[in-house]
């Protein structure tokens, strides 16, 4: 999986995968 | 504000979870402890945050709870065998054991109801269920075979999966079943002795020695054959909440992929779940997810298995599970139930597939189509909902007395769960 750095505080592991679809 | 956030700390990150668009971050210790303010909206870190284009999202997924009101049948499991030859402790099924078996005719009656009742769908599934199924060997080639040959002549193609016990499996069933079965499900609880304690053969006399051989053999021969998936699927009770050893012990048997699952029976039996377990039954979870983070061994836990880019569509995550309206269960009578939790309870029979002039009882179907996570009170504002999908209605109506009113135990659990399952992501993802 990439992450994403959006600043150095925060590094996004996956961005938005209940949108994107859009047990 | 309703907190469009569930945030906790795991495996030494800090992990942000955006509910409503599934975003999954890392962030440091200071935006962490900010989002613990009454007036976190107010704080410079949230600021980051909208300024990063998190939280960018709404819950605006009602409209398409309607989507799969009344749908197409989809799957059917297949009470083949209300019978069984095992005697264990915590069987939901004890109450159905009948000792009978569904005939073959009963069984292509019910391949022909799933067809009919499939409309424009193509890719349909047959169960093999019980009691043992084994127990019901002809019915289940049988079906199989005739599935096959009508899913040829309507346009349907079948995916046929089986549940068992592994106690009548030979060399022809095994193969048979590698064959045809996509997915083959076999139970088994762990070490030995948490295994026989409560899986007896009729004897009284624990299963390990006799199904574990059988079980390597089948998992063996399966990877010569198209089909590689399978489960060892266990159960943990009151007996044994250090269940993190059994699956180790199974993986050290050399089994790949795993899933065991907390008993649900009445409270009033000695290894019952009960709320005061759910403490210890976390912890335990944090010490498989440790374990699995340090797992190099190529096995996998079913719960911990989340795909964060992907998952499943938002028709799935609003709901558990298909039961009583694209999936159903029918037991070796023709009846007709929500699903296999469901049978034999006499309000909830939708229909019997052998009676021609039987129809489905559309009531009931709306009513499971319409147990999505909006109907029910305390889904519509947990952070878990879009992955939970409201959880399992049977055990919700077996416990609460209604299908719309998640149970404690499920939802502390399946939190807990999904927690470890992002942690475990989240830790891979960045090494």
Known sequence: ?23 | MVKPFHKFKQGGNYILLDINNGGVHAVDGQIYHALDRDDFAASPEYAELIDAGIFDSEDDYAEYADMNVNAPLKAMCLHVSHDCNLKCGYCFAESIIEHTVMSPETAKKAIDFLIRGSAGREHLEADFFGGEPLLAWETVTQTVEYAKAQGAKHGKKFRFTITTNGLLLDDEKTAYINEEMSNVVLSLDGRREVNDRLRKCKNGKGSYDIILPKFRELVDSRKKTGFTDYFIRGTFTGYNLDFADDVLAIANEGFRYISIEPVTVSTELPFAIKKEHIPRIKSEYDRLSDIMSDNNGGWSFFHFCADLEHGPCILKRLRGCGAGNEYIAVTPDGNIFPCHRYAGIDEWKMGNINIEASPVNKTIKEYFSKTHIYAKEKCRECWARFYCGGGCNAEFFIFEGDANKPSEVFCELMKKRTECAIALAVRKALG
């Open chain 1, 1 to 23: 999986m990439k992450t994403t750095e959006k600043t150095t505080r925060i590094k996004t592991i996956c961005g938005s995968s209940l949108r994107d679809s859009v047990s």
